[in-house]
């Protein structure tokens, strides 16, 4: 079964500053990776997605993603962090379930805290 | 704009009691999930149907159960409400039923059930 691991619960910048929240995946076939951002006392917005094709992948808020197979990593980055920025960060993995459905896995999540 | 609607923000219940939380989706989407959400364990899914009148088991559906009589409306049913039930609830749905779909979830906003 695919598995997702977030590498830091809580993630401090600067604003400015280089964001980088690490994801790594566990997955026998290839994935569907996604990352969702959750802002406070709402639900997750999905931010970006790898399916197919080109592995650098380009979201909403300036926020990307790389996917690196050799790796199993799906990093997520922003060249300069805003306050607006603060929220907690999912990553996922899309799993395959017996008749052919899916759902995602997703990974503990990440806070991301950005500071003047 | 909105697409999946759960139906209370804020629920407070007392020990014992059935707890309805209800979620619709005008999005003709044939799936639905069932997640709550603690900190730092990330998502779990607790139920999910892929279809009217289908259900099926995530990883902790102890205490819980489900009902899908219409496609756009899922149900999550707490029995009998205990403390270790507080969280916060978070209904999705997506389409498709292709193996390893790259469709991402829609979110609700979420309800955060305190039980006391």
């Known amino acids: 079964a695919q598995s997702v691991t977030q590498l830091g619960s809580h993630v401090s910048v600067s604003e400015g500053a280089l964001v980088l929240l690490r994801c790594n995946y566990s997955s026998s076939v290839p994935p569907y990776l996604f990352w969702y951002v959750q802002y406070p006392n709402q639900g997750l917005q999905l931010l970006l997605k790898?399916?197919?094709?080109?592995?650098l992948v380009k979201g909403i808020n300036g926020f990307e993603a790389e996917f690196k197979k050799s790796e199993t990593s799906f990093h997520l980055t922003k060249p300069s962090a805003h306050m607006s920025d603060a929220a907690e960060y999912f990553c996922a993995v899309s799993d395959s379930l017996s008749g052919g459905y899916n759902k995602l896995i997703f990974g503990a999540g990440t806070r991301l805290a950005v500071h003047p | 704009d909105v697409k999946v609607t759960q139906s209370s923000r804020y629920l407070v219940k007392r020990t014992g009691e059935k707890v309805f939380l209800e979620c619709v989706q005008d999005?003709?989407?044939?799936?639905m999930f069932w997640y709550r959400q603690d900190p730092g364990l990330g998502l779990r899914l607790i139920y999910f149907?892929?279809?009217?009148?289908?259900?099926e088991k995530g990883d902790i559906p102890e205490g819980y159960s489900v009902s899908r009589e219409k496609k756009e409306r899922f149900s999550l049913i707490l029995e009998s409400a205990s403390t270790n039930q507080t969280s916060m609830y978070l209904c999705a749905s997506s389409p498709g039923t292709e193996p390893h779909s790259n469709y991402g979830y829609t979110f609700g906003s979420g309800t955060r059930l305190t039980v006391v």
């Open positions: 790898y399916t197919t094709g080109a592995t």
């Open positions: 999005m003709d989407h044939e799936n």
């Open positions: 149907s892929y279809d009217v009148k289908m259900k």
